[in-house]
């Protein structure tokens, strides 16, 4: 009940004026001019591509340091046995 009071109060000219706005924003070059169907396809293929990039390096890096944390756990049950 008070979503609806409050969605009411909102004026709708702005509301739906501001999501056309910011939508469009997201998809300008900086200088102002909106970008064309194959401009937007191409900037979100490469934004996709520099994810993807970005998270096999997240998980390189990640099985990396579980390999040392293995290796050092390893390496002080091994130190462990030779102590006892």
Not at 13 to 29: E, H, K, L, P, Q
Not at 40 to 56: D, G, H, P, S, T
């Amino acid at each position: 009940m008070a979503l609806r009071s409050a969605i009411a109060r909102i004026p709708r000219s702005s509301a739906i004026g501001s999501t056309t706005r910011s939508s469009s924003r997201c998809f300008s070059d900086g200088k102002g001019r909106v970008l064309s169907e194959e401009e937007k396809a191409a900037e979100n293929v490469y934004i996709q591509k520099m994810e993807r990039e970005r998270l096999a390096k997240l998980k390189q890096k990640a099985e990396k340091e579980k390999a040392e944390a293995a290796e050092e756990k390893s390496d002080k049950k091994s130190e462990e046995t030779h102590k006892g």
